[in-house]
């Protein structure tokens, strides 16, 4: 059963950075599109960002120059880079390799908290 970990959440200033990681057991990122999860508060789950075995990456909108996925299969290690955050992006951060619109093919980790306030 694939397990996955996501790291690297905290507390940030509006403009401020982060790195998040999420590593997962056995050699999944070679052969599936991962992808970047969050949800605030009383909202749904959205897809924010995903990478594919190819590396083509696909950003949410609201996230298109600000955050980079980037993976590294030997490591099997798939990160999101965060700069310039916003209050709005305050949420819990998953990763999960998409399904469809809908489903994921994994069980969902503990998520990394980030949290963008001054």
């Known amino acids: 059963q694939v397990q996955l970990v996501e790291s690297g959440g905290g507390l940030v200033q509006p403009g401020g950075s982060l790195r998040l990681s999420c590593a997962g057991s056995?050699?999944?990122?070679?052969?599936?599109?991962m992808g970047w999860y969050r949800q605030a508060p009383g909202a749904q789950r959205e897809l924010v960002a995903s990478i594919t075995r190819n590396s083509i990456t696909y950003y949410k909108d609201s996230v298109k120059g600000r955050f980079t996925i980037s993976k590294d299969n030997a490591k099997n290690t798939v990160y999101l880079q965060l700069n310039s955050l916003k209050p709005e992006d305050t949420a819990v951060y998953y990763c999960?390799?998409?399904?469809?619109?809908?489903?994921?093919?994994?069980?969902w980790g503990q998520g990394t908290q980030v949290t963008v306030s001054s």
């Open positions: 056995g050699s999944i990122f070679s052969l599936y599109v």
């Open positions: 999960n390799a998409p399904k469809n619109s809908d489903s994921v093919f994994f069980t």
